[in-house]
């Protein structure tokens, strides 16, 4: 075999050979190391995780140099089989599949050295499904979901939309179970522009030169117009506020102001009152509605420019008729069926429209001696 063939073996006879000769790795090309190689080819073709033909001898220059391939120990194995067994469940878990299959075909793999290699069936995770209500859009449905998934997901999957601004009685990340009770509330908005009208204020101002009670409008109030944009909030369809963003004026509105008198006017004199006349008693009268004696020369000088005190005197022109010169006369029948004769009745609807109209018979006097009637 050439200079470099192993010698010829020797029968291994005590002190013949030492234990560090035995470990010793063989020659190439001896015989030691041929039978070495055929016993790690015999025993990779058996195996299933390593090449049938492991060893190969590579001649140059009449050397023969040895490779064995280096088999896998069997705990190697066994931890891959587990390793692949945790990676089918956790596929298992996330998908919703069965490991069944995988299972199978790992549990029929047999290691060539004779051990058991087994895995038991792997099942995936339980899915357990639940119903709950949602009331939306003014009807109440019943939703089907997974149970743990959130409220979110559950109302996606049953095509019920949820805007920005709607209201959810329960957050959207929210585990859904049995029995769960969702409202949604639809928010929406609407902005429109609309005419409006702003009323006018009324104010007040004294004047010395009326008499006290008297009340004259110096200037007439105006209502203002213009226009605004509102915006709207409805729930559910239903209006629930308004909110003006904009607004202009057409028109502005214009003050209503009222002179107030502050001043006193002098009574005018009057004359003796005789006993049972008209006179007599109307001033008789004065302290039922109010008033002091010192009311009556007001109004003895207002019915005696109006009627001289005449219970039976008409206006040929406009038809007021009595002593406190009613227009028409017949309103006086709300003093009494015989206001046409009696002075009496005449004088109690006369003072009740002073007092409603002016306030006293001072205030009275004093507009009839502006105006010229009262």
Same mark, same amino acid.
């Given at each position: 075999?050439?200079?470099?063939?192993?010698?010829?073996?020797?029968?291994?006879?005590?002190?013949?050979?030492?234990?560090?000769?035995?470990?010793?790795?063989?020659?190439?090309?001896?015989?030691?190391?041929?039978?070495?190689?055929?016993?790690?080819?015999?025993?990779?073709?058996?195996?299933?995780?390593?090449?049938?033909?492991?060893? +190969?001898?590579?001649?140059?220059?009449? @050397? *023969?140099?040895?490779?064995?391939? !280096? $088999?896998? =120990? /069997?705990?190697?194995?066994?931890?891959?089989?587990?390793?692949?067994?945790?990676?089918?469940?956790?596929?298992?878990?996330?998908?919703?599949?069965?490991?069944?299959?995988?299972?199978?075909?790992?549990?029929?793999?047999?290691?060539?050295?004779?051990?058991?290699?087994?895995?038991?069936?792997?099942?995936?995770?339980?899915?357990?499904?639940?119903?709950?209500?949602?009331?939306?859009?003014?009807?109440?449905?019943?939703?089907?979901?997974?149970?743990?998934?959130?409220?979110?997901? +559950?109302?996606?999957?049953?095509?019920? @939309? *949820?805007?920005?601004?709607?209201? !959810? $009685?329960? =957050? /959207?990340?929210?585990?859904?179970?049995?029995?769960?009770?969702?409202?949604?509330?639809?928010?929406?908005?609407?902005?429109?522009?609309?005419?409006?009208?702003?009323?006018?204020?009324?104010?007040?101002?004294?004047?010395?030169?009326?008499?006290?009670?008297?009340?004259?409008?110096?200037?007439?109030?105006?209502?203002?117009?213009?226009?605004?944009?509102?915006?709207?909030?409805?729930?559910?369809?239903?209006?629930?506020?308004?909110?003006?963003?904009?607004?202009?004026?057409?028109? +502005?509105?214009?003050?209503?102001?009222?002179? *107030?008198?502050?001043?006193?006017?002098?009574?005018?004199?009057?004359?003796?009152?005789?006993?049972?006349?008209?006179?007599?008693?109307?001033?008789?009268?004065?302290?039922?509605?109010?008033?002091?004696?010192?009311?009556?020369?007001?109004?003895?000088?207002?019915?005696?420019?109006?009627?001289?005190?005449?219970?039976?005197?008409?206006?040929?022109?406009?038809?007021?008729?009595?002593?406190?010169?009613?227009?028409?006369?017949?309103?006086?029948?709300?003093?009494?069926?015989?206001?046409?004769?009696?002075?009496?009745?005449?004088?109690?609807?006369?003072?009740?429209?002073?007092?409603?109209?002016?306030?006293?018979?001072?205030?009275?006097?004093?507009?009839?001696?502006?105006?010229?009637?009262?």
């Amino acid at each position: 075999m050439g200079r470099h063939s192993a010698p010829a073996l020797r029968p291994l006879t005590p002190g013949s050979i030492t234990v560090e000769q035995l470990a010793e790795k063989p020659r190439p090309g001896s015989r030691r190391a041929r039978r070495l190689a055929q016993q790690a080819q015999k025993k990779a073709a058996t195996s299933a995780f390593f090449p049938a033909n492991p060893y +190969a001898e590579y001649m140059n220059e009449n @050397l *023969v140099i040895s490779k064995v391939a !280096v $088999s896998s =120990p /069997l705990t190697v194995r066994r931890v891959f089989g587990r390793s692949k067994l945790a990676v089918l469940g956790l596929v298992a878990a996330t998908s919703g599949l069965t490991v069944m299959a995988g299972a199978s075909s790992l549990n029929n793999f047999a290691p060539a050295d004779g051990s058991n290699f087994h895995l038991g069936a792997a099942s995936a995770p339980m899915i357990t499904k639940v119903d709950f209500t949602v009331q939306v859009d003014g009807k109440t449905q019943k939703v089907e979901a997974i149970a743990g998934t959130s409220l979110a997901k +559950a109302l996606k999957a049953a095509d019920i @939309l *949820v805007q920005e601004a709607d209201e !959810v $009685s329960l =957050p /959207l990340d929210t585990p859904v179970k049995a029995g769960l009770e969702v409202k949604i509330v639809r928010i929406t908005y609407k902005t429109l522009t609309e005419n409006f009208t702003q009323p006018f204020e009324t104010v007040e101002k004294a004047d010395a030169n009326l008499t006290a009670g008297e009340r004259v409008v110096e200037q007439h109030g105006v209502e203002g117009a213009g226009t605004r944009t509102v915006r709207i909030t409805y729930r559910d369809g239903a209006e629930t506020a308004r909110e003006v963003q904009a607004e202009s004026y057409t028109k +502005a509105p214009v003050q209503q102001i009222v002179c *107030v008198g502050a001043g006193q006017a002098a009574a005018p004199a009057s004359g003796p009152v005789d006993p049972g006349s008209a006179r007599a008693i109307a001033k008789s009268m004065l302290a039922s509605y109010g008033w002091g004696e010192d009311q009556f020369g007001y109004l003895d000088a207002l019915w005696q420019r109006e009627s001289k005190w005449n219970h039976t005197a008409s206006n040929g022109s406009s038809g007021a008729y009595g002593i406190p010169q009613a227009l028409p006369g017949s309103k006086m029948a709300s003093a009494g069926a015989d206001w046409r004769t009696n002075p009496s009745t005449q004088i109690s609807w006369g003072l009740g429209y002073i007092k409603g109209r002016y306030g006293s018979p001072a205030a009275a006097w004093a507009h009839s001696q502006r105006v010229g009637w009262y």
